[in-house]
């Protein structure tokens, strides 16, 4: 199949199944997100198109690069980590394949701005302690409501048993590195990382593609742009509008910045340039879209949900720590994701007593002291000192990310 799809356009290929496979789900859940899209929330028929089109689409330049060590064999993988860490012209004699790709990912596209970037980092980092639960119980928790994206990780084994753990502190590794000051510079980890997170996807995406096992009928291509743009949009958009429920003053030139921010941070990880959300509002639109054909959630959801949650009784110290984070993430994702939420995930809900004690102090702070002379300096600097207590207290230190294939 993966043959076929390699030599035939999108328009001779069945729609996968799973497309719009749930609607009463769908309708459900996105007619929060409907009410602060618009007037113009609903797809037209080119968007359609793309949808339907985007479930069969990989990342056809890393998937170009991968094909060059695994199958041309003239790509080694000694190469590729020394043009990822170091830059290609560091390579002697660096394969085609490989100066293509990285010749791609190092030309940033016209419209990146500095100014933009630090400003979103900035405005990202003002979210701190919190940050860490809306990673967490929103992005990730929320993110496997649906079954849409979920077997190629669940193949993995990764996010289950004990390596949910180090999976949620590798997740943070990449997400605070691309926050940090300057942190999308060519030299900085949080390019380096965005980017080794793209070429890890298309080495699971060629594997998948080669498994005979894959059902190409119901899911389409395994690492597909449908459900990359869908990821994409848990970590930027959804993130905003749960922040402001929490409290958190996001205005809207940190919200432009952020959404910049995390365009390039798209366009780094092979997004097709038509689902980056440039701004707050076509972020909406986008995730709109996606969820009104996502499936609902199934056995991987409940699975994965159940993980993430007692992944919690691993936090460093002793076991009341493991015992109290926990109820807090269920506080948090009940507060998030709501009770339906939680019984479709399969999980206990809780009252939002953690919420409500966040809520005033982020309200203080960041609606208050925020506005004030030289109050913002001091949002970020509290924001930089709850992110690393919560990192010291999560994670006791970040792992260390695998190598590249």
């Not at 602060?36 to 689409?57: K, S, Y």
């Not at 949650?309 to 720590?321: I, L, N, Y």
């Not at 690393?388 to 207290?393: E, G, I, K, Y």
Request: glycine share 8%.
């Amino acid at each position: 199949m993966a043959d076929v799809l390699r030599n035939a356009t999108v328009e001779s290929v069945a729609t996968p199944t799973r497309f719009g496979a749930d609607p009463e789900w769908s309708r459900r859940v996105t007619w929060p997100l409907r009410l602060v899209t618009g007037r113009d929330a609903e797809p037209t028929r080119e968007e359609l198109d793309r949808l339907r089109a985007g479930l069969l689409r990989r990342d056809e330049a890393a998937h170009d690069l991968v094909r060059a060590v695994r199958e041309e064999h003239s790509v080694t993988m000694p190469q590729l980590r020394q043009a990822l860490e170091h830059g290609i012209e560091t390579v002697p004699d660096a394969p085609a394949a490989l100066r293509d790709f990285f010749e791609l990912v190092e030309s940033r596209p016209d419209w990146v701005d500095d100014a933009l970037l630090d400003r979103g980092a900035r405005a990202m980092q003002k979210i701190g302690w919190d940050g860490f639960d809306l990673l967490t119980w929103g992005s990730l928790l929320g993110g496997y409501r649906s079954a849409a994206a979920l077997e190629p990780l669940v193949r993995s084994g990764r996010l289950l048993g004990s390596g949910a753990a180090r999976r949620t502190a590798e997740t943070s590794r990449w997400f605070l590195a691309c926050i940090e000051d300057g942190g999308l510079r060519r030299e900085a980890e949080g390019w380096r990382l965005s980017v080794h997170v793209r070429v890890m996807h298309a080495f699971v995406n060629y594997q998948l593609e080669h498994d005979p096992t894959w059902d190409w009928t119901l899911r389409g291509t395994p690492i597909n742009q449908y459900d990359q743009a869908s990821t994409l949009a848990v970590f930027s958009t959804t993130p905003l509008l749960q922040a402001r429920l929490l409290g958190l003053r996001i205005s809207r030139r940190d919200s432009a910045a952020i959404m910049h921010l995390w365009s390039y941070i798209g366009w780094l990880m092979g997004v097709d340039d038509h689902w980056l959300p440039h701004t707050e509002q076509a972020g909406r639109r986008i995730i709109y879209h996606l969820l009104s054909f996502d499936p609902g959630p199934d056995d991987n959801s409940r699975m994965l949900a159940r993980a993430l949650v007692d992944s919690q009784a691993d936090v460093p110290g002793p076991r009341w720590r493991g015992v109290l984070a926990r109820e807090v993430g269920l506080s948090t994702a009940t507060f998030l994701n709501g009770r339906r939420g939680m019984r479709e995930l399969g999980l206990p809900a809780r009252p939002p007593w953690y919420p409500a004690l966040r809520v005033p102090a982020n309200v203080f702070w960041t609606h208050l002291v925020g506005r004030l002379p030289g109050g913002e300096e001091l949002v970020v600097r509290r924001g930089r000192r709850g992110r690393d207590r919560r990192v010291r207290l999560q994670h006791g230190r970040l792992v260390d990310v695998p190598a590249v294939g």
